[in-house]
């Protein structure tokens, strides 16, 4: 059976925040083990939600299903409601399981303040779309924050809104997802948009594929 990933999708998600880390995941295509991952969706409910873009998506399963023994990484994205501390209270709490049992979260944008909210990023490195918009939530962190794009520290993934091109990056770091030849031809063909990179992509996965 393939290692899951795991997207909690809810109504109004930001879908473009997850977008590279997803399509990397579930695209054996320059994998350095294609096949072994697949991506599935869960959220409070097993009805229909729609993201931010308006795509329909109806949930593998709910929050309520979700193991953390099951699941190799927890992906939180951002969008509407995050300011609302119940409006995400059980996304939250499954992540407080997933960090207990030493499986990893990826949070990034407003998922990080609903994290901040529930105090775990206080006693660790993390990102997020800045140390001021963290300090609304009235977190105790502050001296941990770190002002970069993406950060992976010890299982907890974080990032800005503006970063989902780094986000991905540690998260495929975290997974073992790509070769480094190939996760640097990945990430740079995709920060510079220069067709070198992909002949260096292909190459690097030759051995993979072959």
Not at 164 to 189: K, N, S, T
């Amino acid at each position: 059976m393939p290692d899951t990933v795991h997207l909690y999708v809810f109504e109004g998600y930001a879908d473009w925040e997850p977008a590279f880390a997803l399509a990397g995941i579930n695209n054996p295509q320059f994998q350095r083990e294609p096949g072994r991952w697949q991506v599935r969706t869960v959220a409070k409910q097993r009805d229909l939600v729609r993201s931010m873009g308006g795509v329909g998506v109806l949930p593998d399963l709910t929050l309520n299903d979700l193991r953390a023994p099951d699941s190799r990484l927890l992906i939180l994205p951002g969008g509407a409601d995050w300011e609302d501390p119940a409006a995400h209270r059980a996304a939250i709490d499954k992540a407080q399981e997933f960090i207990r049992m030493q499986v990893t979260v990826a949070a990034i944008c407003g998922a990080t303040a609903g994290l901040a909210r529930a105090g775990l990023l206080n006693e660790r490195p993390h990102t997020s779309n800045a140390l001021a918009y963290l300090k609304g939530t009235g977190y105790d962190g502050a001296p941990n924050y770190r002002d970069e794009p993406a950060l992976r520290d010890d299982g907890l993934i974080t990032a800005g809104g503006m970063a989902p091109l780094e986000f991905a990056r540690e998260i495929f770091i975290e997974l073992g997802l790509y070769d480094d030849e190939a996760l640097d031809a990945w990430y740079q063909l995709y920060k510079t948009g220069k067709s070198e990179y992909f002949a260096r992509l292909a190459r690097a996965a030759e051995p993979q594929t072959a």
